[in-house]
């Protein structure tokens, strides 16, 4: 049967925040409950056959690459963004037509039965681009989902740039989103870095897919503690503790 689902995981980045006891580890490779954050997410995704999933890797790419052998992988050398990261495993994704999901290696408590529930609407509303979105009690730094006056998706604005109006939105952006393949290759392409950090964006790729008259779909799910990523030291015992309870 032909693949109609890629995965691309993005695990490139060096964790500045998180250093531990000087730990050169990548931030997917820091431990929680004695193994890998980025091992959890892999473990979700073991419903996808490890050859597609492609992991992006940076900073100390060796130590990921040596402990999860049979994936596919992906160099971003320089960080400058999601959207960055993206465009590494463009090569990876060429000519592939199917659905392609992205993740992150640093959200390990997403359960496999929240991303198929993603997928499966995904496929079901035919959309162009799906986004993965929640709400949570713990307060977090995510954009927030602009829907206009009909419900549908508009734009997100990422938290540094939210007015106080749109800091009131409690529909957070997981950053977990699901791609018909050449759509995403396409809205890559018109990516720009005109911010203030000089980095490309995975946010603004379903506002330029929109605009190019494609169907952006929001799947909004009761996510609570799974849409928290692992940034800070606070953030890691955090999800070691939601771990640790199963």
Known sequence: MATVLKVV????GKGTRLKIEDS???????TACGKPLLWYVLDSLSFVNKEDVIIVVGYEKEQIIERFPGYAFALQAEQLGTGHAVMAAAEELAGFDGAVLVCYGDMPVIKRS??????????????????????SSVPLPYGRVVRGSDDVFLHVVEDRDCTPEQKKITELNSGVYVFKTPKLIGALGDLRNDNVQREYYLTDVPAIIRAGGGKVGLCRLDLGNEIIGVNTVEQLVMVENILNRG
Not at 9 to 12: G, H, K, N, R, T
Not at 129 to 135: A, H, N, Q, V
């Open 9 to 12: 995981v993005l695990a490139a």
């Open 24 to 30: 050169n580890a990548p931030k997917a490779m820091r």
């Open 114 to 135: 929240t991303y198929e529930v993603f997928l499966r609407e995904h496929f079901e509303q035919d959309n162009d681009c799906t986004i993965l979105t929640g709400e």
